[in-house]
């Protein structure tokens, strides 16, 4: 076992806010001991304990590594900037939560990255724990740093700071890269040849074998494998069926955001809007069933004590047995006490059926819907049909049941959006307000929610630049004003703070150097909004003498090759291209489950693809 | 509502005396609250929830043991709905805890008595200074505070004289000559005294010592 550092540790941690971040000790925790497992992984959420520790990616492969004898897996968070000004002081580096070994004594740190925003904390905390943030500069001592989660399916801005990445789920491959690593390490191999032998697992993309050329006006000439064996493409990995949902969750000690116990009802979507990243990255659809469901929920009850359950998926209403679970759910725990949230259903009726049977579990709270777009056509063009008369008789539903309180969610900055089409999301929204009004009286409530699009890798709309800041204010603007005029609630990201997404998950290899030089001047916590960043990323774009409009200005030609053309999701490029010009004329999909529109998604995975009985597939 | 389940008009109070110590001592007053929530969940036990439209568990903690200290006599009150042998409960909740709490008594008492929180008292601490501190010297400097007329602390802005509740002190010096402190201090709504402000006054970091919480004082507690 290496050194720990327990009693250093514990004297810093009575000058810090919230030392309960650092601690570990909650109840579920594993702890193996050291000595009697050949591999030692550290899971690593980039941002802070709060924000990181209910992440149901982190607690499936928690348990799913801890599960196989061969293998330890610890966890650690970003120290928020208390703490890590405490650990500088004290020259203490960052350690893991359960034996509070030094990162550096780990086989195999696996970063989880859902988000781009979140890359300056893997350097800094890279750092922290004494480690060189470029792979090339690592040592044959040096742990292997992984990375995996939804923004690697554009891997390629943090390429160099990575040894390697998860394409796609993690389930098995990190049991497979586990394998791997402890016959290396029987071997006494070079780390070159255990990168050589990563590469070969399906699922795995090791950026240094792969090189990039450039065209004279900055677009991308090729990117191509520079070793024999390694694949000129890397198909992301998927588990064709659902494994058994983990139950023995950690339950904090300290209150965390999504404090409550997570449970994947189902994976991916069929619906096909085109400005989704995860309904694209995550096909094809695969569910639990209701008789798998329920266990789960109760062992997991007994087994955390949490009073708060979250059936997570990103189309609820799209599950196959979404009415007869949430019966189910009321059947077996309206004694409890418990609450249950259903997030993300469609708008139609039958989700104020399921609402209602969850409300009685939990009274209060409120009811959201997302059009994405207030008119019929530009509904269409993001292919997400929805008349008008059907929105508002589901509106008029919900408040007749009983709701008082609605959140919409809109889009604004859609492809041949108009200000007539933005102006459209402000009549909507009055109009449900005289309904609410209408039906509730004057305490009803609706608060509007406004994003803006970030056209994002792998979908129809990659091709797309992002709208200029002062386009999107305008139309901000005339929604802020049309919004306090009309007594409604109405919370909006600025501009600004959306550039830094759209620049890092639209970018290239380049971006590396932009990234290593915002952190070196002081950038990190990105995702918090509050710390003013964005000058230093403008300067370091300057700096590395890269344009960062290039990024996120530019209409991408339809014949360029992208930065995430080498990470196959299964999705065909050829796929996107059309469903880009039928976005342009207006044309719809309907849901993929009634017809399919060979995506590429069963070629690519149709032979893995089990019997219904096993694990239903949403495909046809 | 399922029909025919008992519920029992009068609830059964449970009072607890638990120890606190290793990394639960950074785990603040509220985190701990609903942490025995959800280990008295996880217990099964048929737990007493208030009625109406927000509906939360019964529980009623003595008082808030400061960040970082550790306790042998911290105490809390429960409900459940229907009665069932105390060693049964004790067996079922101390399962269900992280093994840095352990239960130390668990009795059920009388509805009638008064809350844990409304008639505390004192608390009781033991202090073990750092090794490098001389017995005789932390001494003297205790007995000139203690002579002042006042012992003036800023707590959240406020001036506090803490010399009317420091109730009690002794020293007590080991083999090793390393020196515990006992100090008994006041508990009240009225005045309530941290040790740690004390220790600052005489010149000892409190991150340095060993603080314990090892008795609680009530105006009228039976059992």
Known sequence: ?620 | MLLGVPMSDTPIRIRVRYSKAGNLRFIGHLDTQRLFERALRRAGLPIRYTQGFSKHMRLNLASALPLGFISSAEMLDFWLDEPLATEEIREKLQESLPSDIQIIDLDQVDNSLPSLQGSLLASDYKITLPEEKSCEEFLQKLEQLLAQSEIPIIRRKKTVDYKPLILEYSLEVDAQTRCTLHLKLSSTPNGNARPDDILKLLDVDPTDCVIKRVGLFFSSLEG
């Open chain 1, 1 to 620: 076992m290496p050194k720990e550092n327990s009693s250093l540790i514990e004297k810093i941690l009575y000058s810090v806010e919230k030392p309960g971040r650092y601690v570990g000790g909650e109840h579920n925790q594993i702890i193996k001991d050291w000595d009697s497992v050949d591999v030692h992984w550290c899971l690593i959420f980039p941002d802070i304990y709060d924000i990181g520790q209910a992440n149901l990616g982190l607690a499936m492969l928690y348990q799913i590594l801890n599960a196989d004898k061969s293998i330890l897996a610890e966890r650690s968070f970003a120290p928020w900037v208390d703490m890590e000004i405490e650990l500088r002081r004290h020259k203490i580096p960052l350690f893991s939560l359960e034996s509070k070994c030094d990162l550096k004594d780990f086989d195999i740190l696996g970063f989880t990255l859902p988000y781009e925003s979140i890359y300056t904390n893997v350097l800094n905390i890279l750092d922290l724990a004494g480690i060189s943030a470029l792979s090339s500069e690592r040592g044959e001592d040096d742990p292997l740093i992984l990375g995996g989660g939804q923004a690697c399916y554009n891997p390629e801005p943090v390429a160099s700071f990575f040894d390697a990445f998860v394409i796609g789920e993690g389930e098995e491959v990190s049991v497979d890269i586990s394998n791997v690593y402890q016959d290396w390490k029987k071997a006494n191999r070079s780390r070159a040849d255990l990168l050589l032998e990563l590469a070969r697992i399906p699922g795995v993309y090791v950026p240094s074998l792969y090189d990039v050329s450039y065209h004279p006006d900055g677009t991308i000439g090729s990117i191509t494998p520079n070793h024999p064996g390694v694949p000129e493409k890397i198909t992301k990995r998927i588990v064709a069926t659902l494994p058994t949902h983990p139950s023995k969750f950690l339950v904090p000690n300290i209150e965390i955001i999504h404090d409550r116990m997570s449970i994947e009802i189902m994976r991916g979507c069929t619906r096909g809007c085109r400005f989704c990243h995860a309904g694209m990255v995550n096909r094809p659809v695969r569910q639990r069933s209701a008789e798998e469901i329920i266990p789960v929920i109760k062992d997991g009850i007994n087994a955390t004590g949490f009073e708060e359950v979250g059936l997570l998926s990103l189309s609820s209403s799209d599950h196959t047995q979404i009415l007869e679970l949430t019966q189910k759910v009321h059947e077996n725990f309206q004694d409890r006490k418990l609450s249950f949230s259903l997030p993300s259903l469609r708008i139609e009726s039958v989700s104020i059926k399921l609402m209602d049977e969850l409300k009685e579990l939990k009274p209060g709270g409120g009811f959201t819907l997302a059009p994405e777009a207030a008119t019929e056509r530009m509904r269409a063009v993001i292919n997400k049909p929805l008349d008008d008369e059907d929105f508002y008789q589901t509106v008029t539903n919900i408040f007749e049941n009983g709701w008082r309180s609605l959140k919409l969610y809109y889009m604004i900055g859609l492809p041949t959006e108009s200000m007539e089409d933005v102006d459209a999301i402000l009549q909507a929204a009055i109009k449900v307000r005289q309904i609410g009004k209408r039906i509730i009286g004057n305490s009803v409530k609706i608060h509007v929610g406004i994003a803006s699009l970030i056209p994002k890798p792998h979908t129809p709309f990659q091709w797309l630049p992002v709208q200029s800041p002062q386009l999107i204010q305008e139309k901000l603007d005339l929604l802020k004003v049309g919004m306090r005029k009309a007594g409604i609630k109405m919370s909006y990201n600025i501009p600004d703070s959306t550039l830094l997404e759209s620049w890092l998950s639209r970018g290239d290899r380049r971006l590396g150097k932009v990234i290593q030089t915002a952190w070196e001047n002081g950038a990190k916590f990105d995702a918090w909004g509050e710390r003013d960043n964005l000058q230093i990323w403008r300067n370091a774009f300057r700096t590395n003498n890269i344009d960062p409009d290039f990024y996120a200005y530019r209409e991408r030609d339809l014949e360029e090759v992208l930065p995430w053309d080498h990470i196959d999701i299964g999705v065909t490029k050829r796929f996107l291209k059309r469903d880009y010009e039928w976005s342009l004329i207006g044309r719809t999909r309907e849901d993929c489950r009634n017809s399919c529109f060979a995506c590429g998604i069963l070629d690519a995975f149709g032979d893995q693809r089990p019997p219904e009985t096993i694990c239903y597939w949403g495909c046809p």
